[in-house]
């Protein structure tokens, strides 16, 4: 994560640096366009692009860090990882699911979003590879558990 902050910043400070240099550039040519003004702008924008290309990442890590903690927290919630923790609400009435349970709803509900995201959505049946993902709705096994 340090990594990708001094890039961000290091992207940042030499995209500062190339527009103060495109108006040095204006300033001493009298707001003429010269040779150094378009070197100037040139390297603005190559500036601002690899400032564009530093955000792109920071914003990916971002994503992927929110998206990980947001599986913690349902692996967690669905196992009833979170009973008996300090600070935590009561548990609910629901009985918690069981780890490969919740891995087979998640491929299965995976594999309906590819479907719908692919314009394939089969009614009449299920056309994905992994037959194994599909489930109950009703979790009727997971009462047992």
């Given amino acids: 994560m340090d990594n990708i902050v001094d890039d961000l ?4 400070q030499e995209f500062v640096a190339a527009a103060a240099g495109v108006l040095e550039a204006k300033e001493s040519s009298g707001a003429q366009k010269t040779a150094a003004t378009d070197a100037a702008l040139e390297n603005f ?10 955000c792109d ?5 971002v994503e992927s860090v929110k998206q990980r903690i947001g599986s913690e ?9 979170l009973t008996g923790k300090p600070g935590q609400a009561a548990p609910t009435s629901l ?12 491929k299965a509900v995976r594999w309906l979003v590819i479907e719908l995201q692919q314009g394939s959505g089969t009614a ?8 194994s993902a599909s489930f109950d709705a009703r ?4 009462a047992a558990q």
């Fill in 45 to 54: 924008k190559q500036h601002w692009e690899l400032f564009r290309v530093s």
């Fill in 73 to 81: 927290c349902l692996v967690d919630e669905a196992t009833g990882s």
């Fill in 57 to 61: 990442k920071a914003e990916e890590f």
């Fill in 95 to 106: 009985p918690p699911i069981s780890a490969v349970r919740l891995e087979q709803m998640s």
């Fill in 139 to 142: 979790f009727s096994d997971d």
């Fill in 9 to 12: 910043n290091n992207a940042y």
């Fill in 124 to 131: 009449g049946g299920s056309s994905h590879p992994y037959p």
